[in-house]
């Protein structure tokens, strides 16, 4: 099975979802809400006897902070050291898809990439028992907000919500896709310091894509030359990616890789939500590691 398989899980995925509203595609396992176009009850319950291998890639992120970019990136970086190409033949998301999934990915060879969106309470335990290595992608809350409103409203089939205005209260309240932001920031926040575990932001491989991917091959322990990280940089620049989206993610991916620009939540922040979105930060972040690594007084004030 080759790319073609993965942009027709993708279609498959957004055929299910037309004519749905958005109340409709939402539904919640333990408290959280979940698109039922691509999860289910039957899948989480399976997904919590998921083997993690402890040389299983795990990149985690809420969505929109940029994971498909990332799972690109480490991709190539496997390819390129390693020799090897990883088949996309799955929905890259472990919560994604049928609860068979998992006994295909027994299939899969090492080292495997598991992508996922899921908050760190609701992670399979065997991600911790492996000790398998944790990559976290965040990015900051605005421009997270307003690529998530975008990403719903501009998906030809995917239910939208009526205007910003609406989403902005239920993305602040967790009431969207994947639960809240804040509660995974915090969570993440506390582990930040677990030797299995990096966090990145978008915003640092925006600014020095080198740098970041000189990160995580020496996170995930691939021995790369200086040639041999920049060209997985060149390859993998979001400009790079974007032009490529069509072909390595279909229809979506225009939609997946859309801007990439830091700062573009300004053409849809009023004053009165950017205060509270100020407000809320400032409750769940402000003085702990993650707070100062989102560097939120850059990125997040007009």
């Not at 995917?158 to 920031?185: C, L, R, T």
Request: a neutral charge; glycine letters at 4%.
């Amino acid at each position: 099975m080759t790319e073609k398989t993965f942009v027709d899980e993708i279609q498959k995925a957004l055929e299910k979802s037309k004519g749905l509203n958005i109340n409709e595609l939402l539904f919640s396992y333990q408290g959280t809400l979940y698109p039922v176009t691509v999860c289910s009850a039957e899948t989480f319950q399976t997904l919590e006897n998921f083997e993690t291998r402890k040389d299983d890639m795990v990149l985690v992120s809420y969505p929109k902070c940029g994971i498909n970019w990332l799972i690109l990136i480490v991709n190539d970086l496997v390819a390129t050291t390693l020799k090897t190409k990883q088949e996309n033949t799955e929905l890259p998301f472990i919560e994604c898809g049928d609860p068979e999934k998992y006994q295909r990915m027994k299939q899969f060879p090492s080292p495997r990439i598991v992508a996922t969106h899921l908050h760190y309470n609701n992670l399979p335990k065997s991600i911790f028992k492996s000790k398998a290595k944790v990559l976290v992608l965040f990015r900051n809350p605005k421009d997270t907000a307003a690529s998530f409103f975008r990403f719903h409203n501009n998906a030809p089939t995917i239910p939208s919500y009526n205007s910003w205005e609406e989403f902005f209260p239920k993305f602040m309240n967790g009431q969207v896709a994947w639960g809240s932001y804040f509660d995974h920031a915090v969570t993440w926040n506390k582990h930040m310091d677990n030797e299995n575990v990096l966090v990145l932001t978008y915003e640092e491989l925006k600014e020095d894509l080198v740098a970041g991917v000189k990160q995580i091959a020496e996170f995930f322990g691939f021995t790369a030359t200086a040639e041999q990280i920049q060209s997985v940089a060149d390859r993998t620049a979001f400009q790079a990616v974007q032009d490529r989206s069509q072909e390595t993610h279909g229809v979506v991916g225009p939609l997946l890789f859309r801007k990439g620009v830091v700062g573009d939540w300004k053409s849809l922040f009023d004053a009165t939500q950017s205060q509270k979105m100020d407000a809320k930060f400032k409750e769940c972040l402000a003085g702990t590691k993650l707070g100062a690594k989102l560097k939120y007084d850059v990125y997040c004030k007009a």
